[in-house]
């Protein structure tokens, strides 16, 4: 299924883009974040499993175990600061 990902703040600027379209059979966020990992380099930089990454599918936050949907907008982005 095709699906848009958006990539925001410091992972935004590890990857060195905003967004991309991606052809994935991963069945839930997890799934998706694996197989991007698994491409390695800056991907495997930005999306480490021992970095704390929110995620938000069609504009609503969600934790891993989210299914995913053809069509599906997937965020990445780390966790925000304040002050």
């Known amino acids: 299924m095709k699906i848009q990902l958006r990539y925001f703040a410091a992972i935004r600027e590890t990857l060195g883009c905003e967004a991309e379209t991606l052809e994935t059979q991963a069945a839930t966020v997890a799934a998706l974040r694996d197989e991007l990992i698994a491409r390695g380099g800056i991907y ?3 999306l480490a499993r021992g970095k704390a990454v929110r995620v938000a599918l069609d504009q609503v936050m969600r934790d891993e ?3 995913l949907h053809a069509g599906a907008e ?8 304040g002050g």
């Open 44 to 46: 495997a930089d930005a």
């Open 65 to 67: 175990t989210t299914g």
């Open 74 to 81: 997937v965020a990445f982005f780390p966790p925000v600061t």
